[in-house]
Antibody, heavy 122, light 108 residues
C-alpha cells in the first residue's frame, strides 16, 4: 500500500544541522509533489516545505527559508530536508506527506508518514 | 498571508451532530481539506475538495464550503471520533499550504 516513512530525528544543539529522510513506497514516486509538515509539542500542524514532482520548484514557510533545504532522489524514492542553524522553536514532530500529481497544487496531503521527532536543545 | 480560523474546542454528546467551522477570506473559492488527528498518531484525511470523502471514511463525515466559512459535520458523533481536526487550503498568492489552528472535538 502507499506508505511514507520518516527517519533521522533526534536531539541536536541549537545552531547545529540535521537531515531528515522520507522513504516512499507503493506509488509512482516521480509523479508526485511531497511536503514536510511539523507539529510542535502540544501545538497544531504547520506546513514547512514542498518540492514539486520533478524537483524544479521548492517552496518554504517564511520561518525556515534560508535555513532548510528540501530535496528528492527519485532513483531511491526518497525525500529529504536538510535543516541548518536549528533553533529551539524548530523542536517538533516532522511529517512527510504526499501532495498532488504532476503540477497540481490545491490537492490534499495524503498519505502521511508516522513522523520523526526533532528536539533542539543544549 | 492567508489565515484559517478554527474554534479551539467543540463538545458534543454521543449520537448528536458536531459542526467544526473553518473561517478564511473567501474560502468558498478555494479547495478545503480536513484532517483528523488522534493522540500520538499522524493526521488522516477525512474530507477533501470541500465535500468529498475518501474511501474508508464513514458517511457520517461530510463537508461544505461557501463564502468565508467551511464546515466539517459529523452527523452522529461516536466516542471514536474524539480527536483534533484541522482544515487546510493552498494559498495560490503565496504558494503556501495553510492549516487552521485545529479544533479539539470532545465527546461528552
Amino acid at each position: 500500500q502507499e506508505q511514507l516513512v520518516e527517519s533521522g530525528g533526534g536531539v541536536v544543539q541549537p545552531g547545529r544541522s540535521l537531515r531528515l529522510s522520507c522513504a516512499a513506497s507503493g506509488f509512482t514516486f516521480s509523479r508526485y509533489a511531497l511536503h514536510w509538515v511539523r507539529q510542535a509539542p502540544g501545538k497544531g500542524l504547520e506546513w514547512v516545505a514542498r518540492i514539486s514532482y520533478d524537483g524544479s520548484k521548492k517552496y518554504y514557510t517564511d520561518s525556515v527559508r534560508g535555513r532548510f533545504t528540501i530535496s528528492r532522489d527519485d532513483s531511491k524514492e526518497m525525500m529529504y530536508v536538510q535543516m541548518s542553524s536549528l533553533r529551539p522553536e524548530d523542536t517538533a514532530i516532522y511529517y512527510c506527506a504526499r501532495g498532488g500529481s504532476l503540477g497540481a497544487a490545491a490537492v490534499p496531503l495524503d498519505p502521511w508518514g508516522q513522523g520523526t521527532l526533532v528536539t533542539v536543545s543544549s | 498571508s492567508y489565515v484559517l480560523t478554527q474554534p479551539p474546542s467543540v463538545s458534543v454528546a454521543p449520537g448528536k451532530p458536531a459542526m467544526i467551522t473553518c473561517g478564511g477570506n473567501n474560502i468558498g473559492s478555494k479547495s478545503v481539506h480536513w484532517y483528523q488527528q488522534k493522540p500520538g498518531q499522524a493526521p488522516v484525511l477525512v474530507i477533501y475538495y470541500d465535500d468529498e470523502r475518501p474511501s474508508g471514511i464513514p458517511e457520517r463525515f461530510s463537508g461544505s464550503s461557501s463564502g468565508n466559512t467551511a464546515t466539517l459535520t459529523i452527523s452522529r458523533v461516536e466516542a471514536g471520533d474524539e480527536a483534533d481536526y484541522y482544515c487546510q487550503v493552498w494559498d495560490s498568492s503565496s504558494d503556501h499550504w495553510v492549516f487552521g489552528g485545529g479544533t479539539k472535538l470532545t465527546v461528552l
